[in-house]
């Protein structure tokens, strides 16, 4: 009944130009037009165009993305939890982890074309320089549409539209260990001192970069590189195993 | 209907005498009697009392609790979204936090008598000697709450049952600042480099007791101490909070 009020008002609302596209591109997305389209308004604010309301806060996408965040670990938590009968809970954590970082949100988010509905002001690492835009603002989505259309319906876009289309688990299982964490438990089984090194690379030029130094006993070990923090760690990780003749 | 085939299905299954007590305890903790009793079994089996199943798999309450630390996250997120909508994320990250740590877990465990229906082998450190078993099987249990039940039902058991009947959030959030992150943010302002030396002191002795120094720039400053290595480090950030005049 409440719906079918929420539905009706959403029916005779005059959305605006940039309301009308947004709709439009949420309906491609998400499969479905909106229901109340401001909590999507708010979920494709980065706080680089955030504007002050009322009450002197300044509105953007953040405490959208915080709950969105919250949603989709869930679903993906749930997910596993029924795939893998018969998995532990550190692999479930693991692979859990692999699809919700940060990166493969951004590389989804790209894929989804989230960049064309964002807004943002300025470039360098607040525009969409900064790479995580686009995975905090899928993140702020979700949680625009679990706000918009409740649990049951954002489970749904969560499992057919984003995992089933874009996300081979077979091969994220097999590919792609993690290891920082496998350096991490060789060393405590060790009961080495272990901890990883990071110098920024020219401070100056863009894109960051980043060196990676894994430290055993202090003594120097693996050497990486990336664009991240946890991309040069993940790379000097990987060095490290090949060195200690790791699995 | 598939529910009622369920509830029907629960009222003619023969419980065992462990089953029977199990299911007034989730009745008095949970307020409703389970339908599928299987999933509150296994969500109190700690891992010390696992048993090989068929598949040669232990099942113990381990993969329960990471699903329900994932409802569990999301349910608080939800709800601290909703009772501060002025307040930014990095607030509700922090309050939720303080929420749904393992001390103020256990402490909500221990309060609701969980202890009386865990099943474990032994004692030491995999009994319940080991301080989070508490919590940990009070997440299992909300997984189970969710697969027997479903999310709205779960969100009501944990915000009426739990939150409202244990929680004093303004008292959450006037008191009990994260003074680790405070000295962290106050070192990253400053271009200072910090690290925590933890120190684990005579090891043979149990309870295990924890050391904690902070280092600046490798210069020693508060050093506190704690039955968990979290712990000590929340004294030693603290003291270094006092030292540094931090608010």
New interface residues.
Partial sequence: MLNLVRRLKSFFTIYTEKERSLSRAVKTIVGHAPINIHVYRLSVIHSSAAKENN?G?KESN??L???G???L??IV??YL?NKYP?K??GF??EIRSRIVNRESLNDLARKLGIGEIIEYEGGGRNGVGHKSIYGDTLEALIGAVYLDRG??FCRKFVMNKLMKNHFDIQHIVRNNPNYKSKVIEWAQKENRDIRFEITELNQDSFPRKFEALVMVDEEPFGKGFGLSKKKAEQDAAQKTCEMLNLP
């Fill in positions: 009450n806060f953040e405490r993305e915080y709950l965040d919250a949603v670990g869930m938590a749930e939890f018969f532990d809970e479930l954590t649990y049951r």
